[in-house]
């Protein structure tokens, strides 16, 4: 299975375009946030990189992944989590559901104030628009953390 990632190329327009092809095993479930954690670091951001980089992950309601797209990168510690560029994604991929994600540079995967802020707004962001947030996954190199397993995505 090719799963697509995308960029924004106008902000203006608001269009998507085609920036790769992502050979991906459909056998290989999103279905608990190891698995989607693993599936960032072997996809998406490898432990090693320096920088901040925030993704999302969009989903149709079966929860198959139907693209992935970067939202910012930033520098060694904090990237804009771009709230509005990242439901203009959800909308452009159709998707009914969604993952957020981004690196700790650091190495530790615990989550900032400013983590949990952006997760809340998400959350309630996604609600207003018929969309779920399923998890922020903070992915580093001392492994991972899901705010749904943290109890914060509940409910």
Do not use: W
């Amino acid at each position: 299975m090719k799963i697509t990632a995308y960029k924004l190329i106008n902000k203006n327009k608001l269009e998507l375009i085609k920036e790769n092809n992502i050979s991906y095993d459909s056998n290989r479930l999103l279905n608990s946030p190891k698995n989607v954690a693993q599936f960032i670091k072997d996809y998406i951001t490898p432990d090693y990189l320096q920088e901040e980089y925030f993704y999302i992950i969009g989903l149709n309601n079966r929860g198959n992944v139907k693209g992935i797209s970067e939202l910012s990168h930033g520098s060694c510690d904090a990237s804009d989590g771009n709230i509005l560029g990242l439901f203009q994604r959800a909308l452009l991929l159709g998707c009914r559901n969604i993952i957020i994600t981004h690196n700790h540079p650091s190495g530790y995967c615990n989550p900032s104030a400013s983590d949990i802020e952006l997760t809340n707004k998400v959350k309630a962001g996604a609600e207003l628009l018929g969309l779920k947030l399923l998890d922020h996954i903070i992915t580093g190199s001392e492994g991972y953390y899901s705010f749904t397993e943290g109890g914060q995505l509940n409910g």
